[in-house]
């Protein structure tokens, strides 16, 4: 997993070729620290970078996020689906459609 901390235009860059889970967390939120190891059961099925809210203001105005943990998987066609809240591994592959 790749954590971003405030280079955006690295961001863009990431997300740009598509099949990438960003995982939008606070180091504070107890949800997000639940589906840390949900996420390490299936990164070797997608690829998955950790935006840490505090730090990355901006990305969270541009994408929405009011909310941790904020899960937003970039499709390889441009589009992007998101999902608010707490999941087991088993429901992000579907979220996904893996």
């Keep these: 997993m790749e954590i971003i901390s405030g280079n955006i235009d690295n961001f863009d860059s990431i997300i740009s070729k598509g099949d990438v889970l960003v995982d939008f967390y ?15 059961e299936i990164k070797d099925k997608v ?3 950790k935006v840490n809210i505090d ?9 929405g996020v009011m909310s941790v943990p904020t899960l937003v998987y ?10 608010i809240g707490y999941m087991r591994s088993e429901e ?5 459609g893996k």
């Design 55 to 63: 730090e990355n203001l901006e990305l969270c105005k541009r994408f």
């Design 74 to 83: 970039f499709k390889k066609d441009g589009s992007y689906i998101i999902n």
């Design 47 to 49: 690829q998955i970078v």
């Design 92 to 96: 992000i592959l579907k979220f996904i």
């Design 26 to 40: 606070a180091v504070w939120c107890g949800p997000c620290k639940m589906l840390a190891p949900e996420l390490e």
